[in-house]
């Protein structure tokens, strides 16, 4: 697993930012005046109860959202100024997403699932090898059906990699797993973060996933209530659950 550099580059880097949501005369603010910064290489954990504003931030620093007020900057770029052309450029080139429900297509192998990415990325890896790397070799020309749940999440890990983005956002990536197959994902997940020096950041409720982050952020009523450092990560397989 990659430690945090404490000299390493910032990617994202986030001030005051708020997200207010509007229906009717209804106002809910999801966000509310959030500073983070990211470093390259790093394993970020993000801790909080539903509606907490973790999904929230990750969608807007993924270009899937945009926020009320405040400022995101990727790599010294402010995206708060970024048209709908710009973000599909960004996510399409730098971001890889991971979510609680795989999102693969039924009708299409692994493989095929894998191969959408890398038909549209600048320089992707094979699909071979993004599977290779979460340990599907073996399962390549398998339909989503024929895969267990934690084979069909890793089946979307290798999707999300293959394209070689800087950065990779999970939500709930174990959100729909038994134990045993969570840590498995994690594995999967921390292997990308080491090897590919990926700046990764998880969504999770389990507060034990926690040992596995560089840096832990906790989450209350939109805000980041605390920050600590992790300075001795496990390996996932650590993990009590």
């Keep these: 697993m990659a430690a945090i550099d404490t000299q390493a580059r910032p990617?994202?880097?986030?001030?005051?930012?708020?997200?207010?949501?509007?229906?009717?005369?209804?106002?809910?603010?999801?966000?509310?005046?959030?500073?983070?910064?990211?470093?390259?290489?790093?394993?970020?954990?993000?801790?909080?109860?539903?509606?907490?504003?973790k999904?929230?931030?990750?969608?807007?620093?993924?270009?899937?959202?945009?926020?009320?007020?405040?400022?995101?900057?990727?790599?010294?770029?402010?995206m708060t100024a970024f048209g709908a052309r710009q973000l599909t450029r960004f996510r399409r080139r730098n971001v890889g997403f991971v979510f609680q429900f795989y999102n693969l297509i039924p009708s299409l192998t692994a493989w095929e699932n894998v191969a959408l990415v890398?038909?549209?990325?600048?320089?992707?890896?094979?699909?071979?090898?993004?599977?290779?790397?979460?340990?599907?070799?073996d399962r390549m020309t398998h339909f989503p059906a024929q895969l267990s749940g934690g084979e069909q999440q890793r089946v979307a890990i290798a999707r999300a990699i293959a394209k070689r983005p800087e950065v990779l956002l999970c939500d709930e990536p174990t959100g729909a797993l038994d134990s045993k197959t969570g840590v498995v994902v994690l594995e999967a997940l921390t292997r990308v973060n080491a090897e590919f020096g990926t700046t990764t950041a998880i969504i999770t409720h389990n507060a034990a996933t926690r040992r596995i982050a560089d840096r832990v952020f906790h989450f209350h009523d939109g805000k980041i209530v605390q920050m600590v450092v992790n300075e001795n990560p496990v390996p996932p397989s650590e993990v009590v659950w």
């Design 11 to 53: 990617v994202f880097h986030v001030e005051d930012l708020t997200k207010v949501y509007v229906t009717g005369e209804v106002e809910v603010r999801a966000l509310n005046g959030v500073d983070m910064t990211l470093y390259e290489g790093e394993m970020a954990v993000l801790l909080g109860p539903s509606g907490s504003g």
């Design 55 to 78: 999904s929230t931030l990750l969608n807007i620093i993924g270009g899937l959202d945009q926020a009320t007020d405040g400022r995101v900057e990727f790599e010294g770029e402010d």
């Design 118 to 137: 890398t038909e549209i990325a600048r320089d992707p890896m094979t699909p071979e090898e993004a599977l290779a790397m979460v340990d599907l070799s």
